[in-house]
T-cell receptor
Framework: EDKVVQSPLSLVVHEGDTVTLNCSYE??????LLWYKQEKKAPTFLFMLTSSGIEKKSGRLSSILDKKELFSILNITATQTGDSAVYLCAVEEYGNKLVFGAGTILRVKS | DAGVIQSPRHEVTEMGQEVTLRCKPI?????LFWYRQTMMRGLELLIY????????DSGMPEDRFSAKMPNASFSTLKIQPSEPRDSAVYFC???????????FGPGTRLTVL
């Protein structure tokens, strides 16, 4: 059965800390891996990764994919309270099916 | 672009009643997904359509749930009869099957009393 596992399940840090969120996966027909941020509403798209070893960056957030070891990490540097959210990892298979992990709850304390 | 549009945003109903959730995907997207999210089970895929055709409905909990996509710009998810355990946030999301991020609608928060 296809699965996506995220770790840690939850994390509490102080403003200014750097965090690394992990996502490992087992799917049959991998197409891409996506990261989403969910606050009190719908998930919002952060990154899509399709190739190994190519880092994607957006401000203080960055992500990279390892298709050999079947995992991805999401880094957030200089965290702010506004980064507090649930971060969801999802893996897309060919045929468009998207499998989500359970998410990592991040809380950034001021 | 207005994004994915869902209605209603909130629905409170009594057990046994029929509930219909509506979704308008982003124009040009040809894949549409219905997800349900609860604290206990996270985000669960219920069904998805490609070019208006249901591709995978294995996530639909039981016969009380049905979904349709009569055209490229509209989909419904119906629950009949509703039960308290159906209470959740229901998200509709769309994308294009050539690749690209799945974009979520704002969700419908359903409460079944």
């Amino acid at each position: 059965e296809d699965k996506v596992v995220q770790s840690p399940l939850s994390l509490v840090v102080h403003e200014g800390d750097t965090v690394t969120l992990n996502c490992s996966y087992e799917v049959t027909n991998f197409r891409s891996l996506l990261w989403y941020k969910q606050e009190k509403k719908a998930p919002t798209f952060l990154f899509m990764l399709t190739s190994s070893g190519i880092e994607k960056k957006s401000g203080r957030l960055s992500s990279i994919l390892d298709k050999k070891e079947l995992f991805s990490i999401l880094n957030i540097t200089a965290t702010q309270t506004g980064d507090s959210a649930v971060y969801l990892c999802a893996v897309e298979e060919y045929g468009n099916k998207l499998v989500f992990g359970a998410g990592t709850i991040l809380r950034v304390k001021s | 672009d207005a994004g994915v549009i869902q209605s209603p945003r909130h629905e409170v109903t009594e057990m046994g009643q029929e509930v219909t959730l509506r979704c308008k995907p982003i124009s040009g997207h040809n894949s549409l997904f219905w997800y349900r999210q609860t604290m206990m089970r996270g985000l669960e895929l219920l069904i998805y359509f490609n070019n208006n055709v249901p591709i995978d409905d294995s996530g639909m909990p039981e016969d009380r749930f049905s979904a349709k996509m009569p055209n490229a710009s509209f989909s419904t998810l119906k629950i009949q009869p509703s039960e308290p355990r159906d209470s959740a946030v229901y998200f509709c999301a769309s994308t294009h099957d050539s690749g690209g991020a799945l974009i979520f609608g704002p969700g419908t928060r359903l409460t079944v009393l």
